[in-house]
């Protein structure tokens, strides 16, 4: 076989599954009959099939993966491979999903900020209260704006389903095998009540993140401009409370703050890049404050099962983040006016305030379509400030959207399913009059308001060709904003004005899928081709010098396979694999035609995941998985500009249900004590973001339900 063959044929062979329910299994699930949420899919629970790829990680399968890492990038990872890999940083920039920045949820409440991202959204709440995570993969325009490479919902705990009392004590410890300073601690309760119509679930985190070390033991670098996990402290308070009326209606109050916060007792020693030495750290105070993340997420949901024949959705939710990054004395703070050498530091500030409300209703037509028809409404406030001067980077700038939708479900055959849909939305940013930081010239910019409109369809269609195999294809337009604040920052020409200002305009990406699915007894797979196209794109490049990436519009063109498939040869015993290949490539000298590779912070490599669970008694089980991410070079405009070199890893745990005495689980990360470069690091850092990844790393995790 041809060599340029065999990963489409490895691709084919694995195929992509919905692994079955082994017990202890800690693999996701991706059967379009999966039950999902309406948080994430806005449509009631299908009775069929849906046109995309959706991956469910439950209970099980996220407690099984934090055994072996605490960094939920790590976790998603390991069980959704078009995701890239994790920085183990605080920070998911370059952590895409098919090539573009996911939406993140938490109860379908927004955690991103299009304004101005600071790529802090994947670490607003503690993982203890985290019940399941619903992935959507691929553009879409089901939750609006920011959806660019897919939703990714975190969906919380829940109460008790029956009168009671439940509560779920859980404390961890980890340690490298080599290297100082390692140790992490934590421990979390909840508790969840049910009595008659009143139902409640409360619970608190508290976490001590130690540092991190590579597998020669040498301590890794920290982040101190983006922020780190490592050197941290967190807590998290989390409330959930409902009431059902007669008639099965229902109201739900859920509120969540999340701290997380450097100590800021180490600091960063350069590495180098072109000697292969990593960037590694010393016990001495980081100037000016820590890094940290402070997030309130709050939502107020209503439901009536029973309205007009139809079921009642509606959402009231709010969210603020404030998320400071370390300081430097970076070109970029520089201003003669506050002195020689300028230290500063910025803090992003983002409140979001929203509205959904839908109404569904099944069983027409012969009980042969259900319909959808909603409107969302939603307002984001972002500002930038620099917090040792006062001196504002970002603007205070507002983004007012509302968006009604219809969406529908109609089998005109017994074994096929059409889910078609349109949703139009109106959008308006406003920005203030303002002046940019001297590094940029000082240049005021004239303020103004931009205005968007713009309907996205979809589609998508399933045909069940037996019962165990269909076929599947789906076109879905998505939209999101540019890093609004990254390029208004950026502006040094004189004379600009927000309302002619290009680099404004929104990014709309077409996303097109088909694939085919076997459900078999023993034996499940799937496989799909997607693309996902945009002529105005929005790809993050980076400042080296400054210490800060900036947006580049440029057309992009990205496509990749992806597939999975599980095994269970016999009960007990469940083999996983998946494997997904991303190609993206953009227009750099602005022709109208690609020419140049995505980079690592806008493309996951070529990515393999096998797994092997077994369940070896009612006491014992066991899980080993391995992850080879596949080596790659970068071009621009034909010239090499980065390689990746690849690196294989492998993880593991052991669990011991011993009843009365809790479960314990033993889980090792780095199972080989493999020395490997992130992979951001290596083809978009430089010698002071040449960030190593984790050595060796032993875990002890102990939980007691009762």
Same mark, same amino acid.
């Given at each position: 076989?041809?060599?340029?063959?065999?990963?489409?044929?490895?691709?084919?062979?694995?195929?992509?599954?919905?692994?079955?329910?082994?017990?202890?299994?800690?693999?996701?699930?991706?059967?379009?009959?999966?039950?999902?949420?309406?948080?994430?899919?806005?449509?009631?629970?299908?009775?069929?099939?849906?046109?995309?790829?959706?991956?469910?990680?439950?209970?099980?399968?996220?407690?099984?993966?934090?055994?072996?890492?605490?960094?939920?990038?790590?976790?998603?990872?390991?069980?959704?491979?078009?995701?890239?890999?994790?920085?183990?940083?605080?920070?998911?920039?370059?952590?895409?999903?098919?090539?573009?920045?996911?939406?993140?949820?938490?109860?379908?409440?927004?955690?991103?900020?299009?304004?101005?991202?600071?790529?802090?959204?994947?670490?607003?709440?503690?993982?203890?209260?985290?019940?399941?995570?619903?992935?959507?993969?691929?553009?879409?325009?089901?939750?609006?704006?920011?959806?660019?490479?897919?939703?990714?919902?975190?969906? !919380?705990?829940?109460?008790?389903? %029956? &009168?009671?009392?439940?509560? *779920?004590?859980? #404390?961890? $410890?980890?340690?490298?095998? =080599?290297?100082?300073?390692?140790?992490?601690?934590?421990?979390?309760?909840?508790?969840?009540?049910?009595?008659?119509?009143?139902?409640?679930?409360?619970?608190?985190?508290?976490?001590?993140?130690?540092?991190?070390?590579?597998?020669?033991?040498?301590?890794?670098?920290?982040?101190?401009?983006?922020?780190?996990?490592?050197?941290?402290?967190?807590?998290?308070?989390?409330?959930?409370?409902?009431?059902?009326?007669?008639?099965?209606?229902?109201?739900?109050?859920?509120?969540?703050?999340?701290?997380?916060?450097?100590?800021?007792?180490?600091?960063?020693?350069?590495?180098?890049?072109?000697?292969?030495?990593?960037?590694?750290?010393?016990?001495?105070?980081?100037?000016?404050?820590?890094?940290?993340?402070?997030?309130? !997420?709050?939502?107020?949901?209503? %439901? &009536?099962?029973?309205?007009? *024949?139809?079921? #009642?959705? $509606?959402?009231?939710?709010? =969210?603020?983040?404030?998320?400071?990054?370390?300081?430097?004395?970076?070109?970029?703070?520089?201003?003669?006016?506050?002195?020689?050498?300028?230290?500063?530091?910025?803090?992003?500030?983002?409140?979001?305030?929203?509205?959904?409300?839908?109404?569904?209703?099944?069983?027409?037509?012969?009980?042969?379509?259900t319909v959808l028809a909603g409107a969302d409404g939603y307002r984001d406030r972002t500002h930038q400030s620099l917090a040792q001067t006062g001196r504002d980077w970002v603007p205070e700038s507002t983004y007012t959207g509302w968006a009604p939708f219809l969406q529908a479900e109609y089998w005109p055959l017994q074994a096929l399913s059409i889910n078609a849909g349109l949703r139009q939305e109106h959008g308006r940013l406003e920005v203030p009059t303002f002046r940019t930081l001297a590094s940029y010239g000082g240049v005021t910019v004239e303020g103004g308001s931009r205005s968007f409109k713009k309907t996205l369809p979809n589609i998508g269609a399933v045909w069940y060709l037996t019962d165990a195999l269909n076929l599947f294809a789906s076109y879905a337009e998505g939209y999101t904003l540019p890093d609004v604040g990254r390029v208004l920052r950026a502006i040094s020409v004189p004379g600009q004005r927000v309302n002619e200002?290009?680099?404004?305009?929104?990014?709309?990406?077409?996303?097109?899928?088909?694939?085919?699915?076997?459900?078999?007894?023993?034996?499940?797979?799937?496989?799909?081709?997607?693309?996902?196209?945009?002529?105005?794109?929005?790809?993050?490049?980076?400042?080296?010098?400054?210490?800060?990436?900036?947006?580049?519009?440029?057309?992009?063109?990205?496509?990749?396979?992806?597939?999975?498939?599980?095994?269970?040869?016999?009960?007990?015993?469940?083999?996983?694999?998946?494997?997904?290949?991303?190609?993206?490539?953009?227009?750099?000298?602005?022709?109208?035609?690609?020419?140049?590779?995505?980079?690592?912070?806008?493309?996951?490599?070529?990515?393999?995941?096998?797994?092997?669970?077994?369940?070896?008694?009612?006491?014992?089980?066991?899980?080993?998985?391995?992850?080879?991410?596949?080596?790659?070079?970068?071009?621009?405009?034909?010239?090499?500009?980065?390689?990746?070199?690849?690196?294989?890893?492998?993880?593991?745990?052991?669990?011991?249900?011993?009843?009365?005495?809790?479960?314990?689980?033993?889980?090792?990360?780095?199972?080989?004590?493999?020395?490997?470069?992130?992979?951001?690091?290596?083809?978009?850092?430089?010698?002071?973001?040449?960030?190593?990844?984790?050595?060796?790393?032993?875990?002890?995790?102990?939980?007691?339900?009762?």
């Amino acid at each position: 076989m041809p060599s340029s063959a065999r990963p489409l044929a490895l691709a084919l062979t694995l195929a992509l599954a919905a692994p079955l329910h082994a017990a202890d299994a800690p693999q996701a699930t991706t059967l379009e009959r999966v039950e999902v949420s309406e948080s994430t899919l806005r449509l009631p629970r299908s009775q069929g099939a849906l046109p995309m790829t959706i991956t469910v990680i439950d209970h099980q399968d996220l407690a099984n993966q934090l055994a072996i890492t605490p960094d939920l990038g790590d976790a998603i990872g390991a069980l959704v491979p078009s995701f890239a890999p994790s920085t183990q940083k605080l920070s998911v920039r370059g952590q895409t999903l098919r090539g573009r920045n996911p939406l993140y949820m938490i109860d379908g409440v927004p955690q991103s900020s299009p304004l101005r991202n600071g790529s802090r959204d994947g670490y607003t709440i503690d993982t203890a209260m985290i019940e399941r995570i619903e992935i959507v993969e691929g553009s879409n325009s089901l939750q609006g704006l920011g959806a660019a490479g897919g939703i990714i919902n975190i969906i !919380t705990k829940h109460a008790p389903a %029956r &009168d009671g009392v439940r509560q *779920e004590v859980t #404390l961890d $410890a980890s340690a490298p095998t =080599q290297g100082a300073d390692g140790l992490g601690y934590g421990g979390a309760w909840l508790i969840g009540a049910r009595s008659g119509a009143f139902d409640l679930v409360t619970g608190a985190s508290w976490r001590e993140r130690g540092m991190y070390s590579d597998a020669h033991g040498r301590l890794i670098g920290v982040d101190g401009t983006q922020g780190d996990l490592m050197d941290s402290t967190s807590r998290d308070g989390f409330a959930k409370l409902g009431y059902t009326f007669v008639g099965e209606r229902r109201l739900q109050l859920t509120a969540n703050r999340f701290d997380l916060e450097g100590n800021g007792d180490y600091t960063a020693v350069s590495g180098d890049m072109d000697a292969g030495i990593p960037t590694t750290s010393v016990h001495q105070k980081q100037p000016g404050l820590a890094p940290r993340n402070r997030v309130l !997420t709050t939502s107020l949901d209503y %439901r &009536d099962p029973h309205l007009a *024949e139809g079921e #009642l959705r $509606a959402q009231l939710y709010h =969210q603020r983040n404030r998320e400071l990054f370390g300081g430097g004395t970076f070109g970029t703070f520089q201003d003669p006016a506050y002195g020689p050498l300028v230290f500063d530091q910025s803090q992003n500030e983002s409140v979001k305030d929203g509205a959904r409300l839908s109404w569904s209703r099944r069983g027409l037509l012969d009980d042969t379509l259900t319909v959808l028809a909603g409107a969302d409404g939603y307002r984001d406030r972002t500002h930038q400030s620099l917090a040792q001067t006062g001196r504002d980077w970002v603007p205070e700038s507002t983004y007012t959207g509302w968006a009604p939708f219809l969406q529908a479900e109609y089998w005109p055959l017994q074994a096929l399913s059409i889910n078609a849909g349109l949703r139009q939305e109106h959008g308006r940013l406003e920005v203030p009059t303002f002046r940019t930081l001297a590094s940029y010239g000082g240049v005021t910019v004239e303020g103004g308001s931009r205005s968007f409109k713009k309907t996205l369809p979809n589609i998508g269609a399933v045909w069940y060709l037996t019962d165990a195999l269909n076929l599947f294809a789906s076109y879905a337009e998505g939209y999101t904003l540019p890093d609004v604040g990254r390029v208004l920052r950026a502006i040094s020409v004189p004379g600009q004005r927000v309302n002619e200002f290009l680099d404004l305009k929104p990014v709309v990406s077409d996303n097109r899928e088909v694939g085919a699915e076997y459900a078999g007894a023993v034996f499940n797979a799937r496989v799909s081709y997607w693309t996902s196209t945009s002529k105005l794109g929005a790809l993050l490049v980076f400042d080296a010098p400054n210490q800060v990436y900036n947006v580049a519009r440029q057309r992009t063109e990205i496509s990749g396979w992806e597939a999975r498939a599980g095994w269970t040869p016999r009960e007990g015993t469940r083999i996983d694999a998946s494997y997904a290949i991303n190609h993206g490539r953009s227009d750099r000298n602005g022709d109208g035609q690609v020419d140049s590779d995505l980079d690592g912070a806008n493309i996951a490599p070529n990515r393999l995941n096998l797994s092997w669970t077994q369940r070896w008694n009612d006491a014992l089980s066991s899980y080993l998985q391995l992850s080879r991410l596949a080596s790659r070079g970068f071009a621009t405009l034909g010239r090499r500009t980065a390689h990746f070199d690849g690196y294989v890893t492998a993880d593991a745990y052991v669990k011991w249900q011993a009843g009365a005495a809790g479960d314990w689980t033993l889980g090792v990360q780095n199972l080989a004590n493999r020395q490997y470069i992130n992979y951001v690091s290596q083809t978009v850092g430089d010698d002071d973001s040449y960030f190593a990844g984790r050595g060796r790393t032993v875990s002890l995790t102990w939980q007691q339900v009762f």
